[in-house]
């Protein structure tokens, strides 16, 4: 059962992952590569639509990349809206190590890669930073949030590691407790829920929620 939201003039953002890729599929850094979902993330796409399509979303906002835009097509299609694409949205930029599988990754920079893989991305050679990541994702947020209407939910379609880095922030939490964090399923969301009074900030209604059977 979805979160409701207990007191009026809350708002509610939900975050939600994109669906499976194939760098995904083949443990691939990612990044800013701008790549496509394969079958099995645009399946997981279709089954979260009507779910997050249940929350009655009064906006959806998109990274501009390609894997975020798929994934809220059948979203858009179930809602009837148009979506905002905004660059701020993206995954980490992941400098060098974009295109490499793990095993690569691992052999070119071991001790790097020994250090990324418990998610300080701030070790990533070229790549870009925590601090950054939050800042242009809560500035994302807060306009999104600011188009919200009372007791109104929206949508940001978005990347797993910026989510857990917009989640802690968003909180109010220290950046660092995002690297605690695990990391989100493919087509997984987080639910962000406002306190009625708008200044205290929010609570975390939900993490990683999915779709049952949809990873299967």
Do not use: K
Request: charged share 25%; proline share 4%.
């Amino acid at each position: 059962m979805a979160d409701v939201v207990e007191t009026t003039g809350g708002r509610r953002l939900v975050l939600l992952r994109h669906g499976r890729t194939p760098y995904n599929h083949a443990r691939v850094v990612q990044g800013h590569i701008d790549s496509s979902l394969d079958d099995v993330g645009l399946r997981q796409a279709a089954a979260a639509a009507p779910v997050v399509a249940g929350l009655e979303p009064e906006h959806v906002w998109c990274s501009d990349l390609t894997r975020a835009r798929q994934t809220a097509e059948p979203l858009l299609a179930a809602t009837g809206l148009d979506a905002t694409y905004d660059a701020r949205l993206r995954e980490f930029h992941l400098g060098e190590r974009e295109g490499l599988s793990h095993p690569e990754y691992q052999e070119a920079a071991p001790s790097e890669y020994a250090t990324f893989v418990t998610g300080d991305f701030d070790v990533v050679a070229g790549g870009e930073r925590t601090a950054a990541v939050g800042e242009r994702m809560v500035e994302a947020l807060r306009e999104l949030l600011d188009h919200t209407s009372p007791g109104r939910t929206s949508v940001a379609v978005s990347h797993g590691a910026a989510i857990r880095v917009a989640t802690v922030a968003m909180l109010g939490w220290s950046l660092d407790a995002s690297r605690s964090m695990r990391g989100l399923d493919n087509c997984g969301w987080v639910e962000l829920v406002e306190h009625g009074d708008t200044t205290a900030g929010f609570r975390l209604g939900a993490y990683n929620r999915v779709v049952p059977g949809q990873h299967a």
